[in-house]
Each structure stands twice: as C-alpha cells, then as structure tokens.
C-alpha cells in the first residue's frame, strides 16, 4: 500500500496489439496509474479486430499491507500509593489510539484502567493488529508503592514491679 493509505498507485506498460488487418481495437477496465485496493485485482486486455476475432492478455496486481498500525498517546509510567487499608490500589489511565491505514484493527490490552493492581510494577501492553497481521505496541508500567504504616494494636502500658524477694530481677507476666 502507498504509505498512510489502503490501496496502491501501480504503473505497468500497457500491452500493444497488432492485426494483419486495420481496425483493430483494445480495452480495458484498467489503466496504468490507477489505484488499486488490498488484495488480488485481474487487469485484462482485449484486442478485438474488425471481423469479430478476439485476443485477452491478463495479469494479476497484488496489494499488501505492510504497514503497522499507529499509537498514538501512549500513557507514561504511572507511579501510585496503595489504596488505603489494603495491598493494593486502583489505577486509571486515559488509553492509548491506535490507528492503521487500513480499516479492520483489533486493540487488546493485558490491563484496563480501573484495575486493581498489587503492591510493586505491573508493565501494562496494548497491542493493535491489523487486518493484514501488522502490529504495534505499547506498554507502560503502572507502580504501586505501600505508603501506609503498620499498626500496632494490644500493646500493654508501662509496667512497674517490685523484684523479686532475695533477687535482682523479677519475674514479669
């Protein structure tokens, strides 16, 4: 295909044709310079002379994609604190686009926003395959940091005790 398009401008040089008589003619519904779309296209030639008598020439035009799809605001890394009370936080991100020259795109992602991700670094990728088997990538890493401290709970108040009787120290429970 022609960059940023789905089809191909293809030149050839056409055929010549020559009778033993005059008035002879050729057609096509094809041109050099034409535009041709994705796949196989039969471009065929018909000399027909006065009396009637015909003569085909044929050859087929093959257009390819291979052109990758286009990303288009690829989110940056993503740093987070973990969701209050738990180990892990929820994290949102505006999508990347992914553009093809080419109508029939197929977009996945291993993450969505809104996703729960674990304490430490998730890469996120979104892939974007085109019709023809052309793909692009993006990825980027979401991080979540435990930012919240421990808690301590039950802790016994200061002791004071005597010790214990002939000794230096004291038992203590």
Same mark, same amino acid.
């Given at each position: 295909?022609?960059?940023? !398009?789905?089809?191909?401008?293809?030149?050839? *040089?056409?055929?010549?044709?020559?009778?033993? &008589?005059?008035?002879?003619?050729? *057609?096509?519904?094809?041109? #050099?310079?034409?535009?041709?779309?994705?796949? *196989?296209?039969?471009?065929?030639?018909?000399?027909?002379?006065?009396? /009637?008598?015909?003569? !085909?020439?044929?050859?087929?035009?093959?257009?390819?994609? @291979?052109?990758? #799809?286009? @990303?288009?605001?690829?989110?940056?890394?993503?740093?987070?604190?973990?969701?209050?009370?738990?180990?892990?936080? @929820?994290?949102?991100?505006?999508?990347?686009?992914?553009?093809?020259? &080419? @109508?029939?795109?197929?977009?996945?992602?291993?993450?969505?926003?809104?996703?729960?991700?674990?304490?430490?670094?998730?890469?996120?990728?979104?892939?974007?395959?085109?019709?023809?088997?052309?793909?692009? $990538?993006? $990825?980027?890493?979401?991080?979540?940091?435990?930012?919240?401290?421990?808690?301590? $709970? /039950? &802790?016994?108040?200061?002791?004071?005790?005597? +010790?214990?009787?002939? +000794?230096?120290?004291?038992?203590?429970?």
């Amino acid at each position: 295909t022609d960059p940023g !398009t789905c089809n191909a401008l293809v030149n050839w *040089t056409a055929p010549t044709i020559s009778d033993n &008589c005059p008035g002879v003619a050729m *057609t096509s519904r094809h041109s #050099p310079g034409m535009s041709f779309p994705i796949g *196989t296209t039969a471009v065929t030639y018909t000399a027909t002379d006065a009396t /009637g008598t015909i003569a !085909t020439c044929s050859f087929d035009v093959l257009i390819t994609d @291979v052109e990758n #799809p286009v @990303v288009i605001a690829c989110p940056g890394n993503i740093i987070v604190n973990n969701d209050p009370g738990s180990c892990d936080a @929820v994290v949102t991100w505006i999508p990347p686009s992914i553009t093809d020259n &080419c @109508v029939t795109l197929t977009v996945t992602s291993s993450h969505n926003p809104g996703d729960v991700f674990p304490i430490g670094t998730t890469t996120v990728t979104y892939t974007g395959t085109d019709g023809a088997g052309n793909i692009s $990538t993006c $990825t980027f890493d979401v991080t979540v940091n435990d930012t919240e401290n421990p808690v301590i $709970t /039950g &802790c016994p108040v200061d002791i004071t005790q005597a +010790n214990d009787a002939g +000794n230096c120290d004291a038992i203590v429970t």
